[in-house]
Each structure stands twice: as C-alpha cells, then as structure tokens.
C-alpha cells in the first residue's frame, strides 16, 4: 500500500530543475507532498485532489494522474533551501479512509 | 495559531516500561493523527481521531499501544512494557475536516528504548 517514490535521491545545482515522482498501486483519492529536513517535522507542501482541487504553496508546482494513480512534485529554480527529503503521502479511495501511507522518500542536495 | 505541538521532545526509557506522549494540535483543527518514523523512512500511520472518536487504527499497532483524545483537543498516546523496536521518532498531525485537509506536523516525540 506504500506508494514508490522516484528517485531516491538527486543532487542538483542552484538554478536547475527536477520533477519527483510518486506512483501507488491502490486508486487514489489524494496525494499530498511535504518537505522534511534533517531533525525536523515534515512540512506541508501541496495536497493535489481527484477532480482536479490542489491546494500549496505558490512556488511549488505538482501535477496528478488519476487514471495512472501517479503523482509528480515539479522544483524549478531550485534553492539551496530546498535541501531535504520530500515524501509522498497517498490516500486511498475506499470509503472512510483517511490515513496517508507515505512513501520511503527522495533525498534533494542542492548544492552551490 | 501556534501550530502542533508535543511533548516531551525527547525521552529514553529502560525496556518494559511504559511511556506517554502529548500531542496539542492547531486549535480550530478537529482531526488529530499518530505516525511513527524510523531512520530513513516515511512517516508510518497509527490511528486517527475525529474530535474525541477514534476512527481507524493500523493493524500493525499492537495492543501496546493505546491513545486517547478525551475532551477533542490534546491527544496521549501511550506505549506500554516498551521494546527496543519501539524507538522511533513518534509524530502527530492535525487537519480539518473540510476541504483539502492536509495535515500539520508537530516537531515529533524521539523515543529511544535501551
């Protein structure tokens, strides 16, 4: 039920790209994206809903594909603050569900 | 709106004894969650509760573990006769119930068990 993040890890420059990818095997209800730094609680990023709601901060872009059950989180730009972890955390679509099973996560270094 | 917050930070107990933690949660936020992290993984869901209900609990929470929310806002959750495997970094959230509930962590409760 844990959705498979890739990759699992990426080393990036100031100012280059990468796009995060989250896939489940369950049909999805939700996908919500958070950030977690070295010691610290994860912070919430982008919740993305079926039928198209989303929900996040403005510089952080993520698509959705219902039908593929796949999530993708977009950085561009990147800042060295956007160092750390990034999980994926899926909600299945069963009645009543509303835990999220998140995945084992995508280590980001960015570095100068 | 000071966010989640839990105590204490930290706590290192001897095995088979018994732990609780608090978890206060944004005030207005009527939904109260439980995860556990270990060291390179992803947050591992607990139990959920909805005001003072407990709705969904994971089938691989053992009967060790026992959490309340007696009044819908602070939770406790409990561990009993604790384990070595039961350190872990121990999380909770909180959402409303309305609209794209995304979930708020707190700083986590680090449990080490020696």
């Known amino acids: 039920q844990q959705p498979v993040q890739s990759p699992q890890a990426v080393i990036l420059r100031e100012g280059e790209d990468a796009v995060i990818n989250c896939s489940s095997s369950k049909a999805l209800y939700s996908v919500h994206w958070y950030r977690q730094k070295h010691g610290e609680a994860p912070v919430f990023l982008m919740i993305l809903l079926k039928g198209g709601e989303q929900k996040g901060h403005e510089k952080i872009s993520a698509s959705f594909n219902e039908k593929k059950q796949q999530s993708s989180l977009y950085l561009t730009a990147s800042q060295l603050s956007y160092s750390g972890t990034y999980f994926c955390?899926?909600?299945?679509?069963?009645?009543?569900?509303?835990?999220?099973?998140f995945g084992t996560g995508t280590r980001l270094t960015v570095i100068p | 709106d000071t966010g989640v917050s839990q105590n204490p930070r930290h706590k290192i107990t001897k095995r088979g004894q018994n732990v609780t933690f608090r978890c206060d949660p944004i005030s207005e936020h009527n939904r109260l969650y439980w995860y556990r992290q270990t060291l390179g993984q992803g947050p591992e869901f607990l139990t959920y509760f909805q005001n003072e209900a407990q709705l969904e609990k994971s089938r691989l929470l053992s009967d060790r573990f026992s959490a309340e929310r007696p009044k819908g806002s602070f939770s406790t959750l409990e561990i009993q006769r604790t384990e070595q495997g039961d350190s872990a970094m121990y999380l909770c959230?909180?959402?409303?119930?309305?609209?794209?509930?995304?979930?708020?962590f707190g700083p986590g409760t680090r449990l080490t068990v020696t």
């Open positions: 959230a909180s959402s409303l119930v309305v609209g794209a509930y995304e979930q708020y």
């Open positions: 955390g899926t909600e299945h679509e069963v009645a009543g569900a509303n835990n999220l099973f």
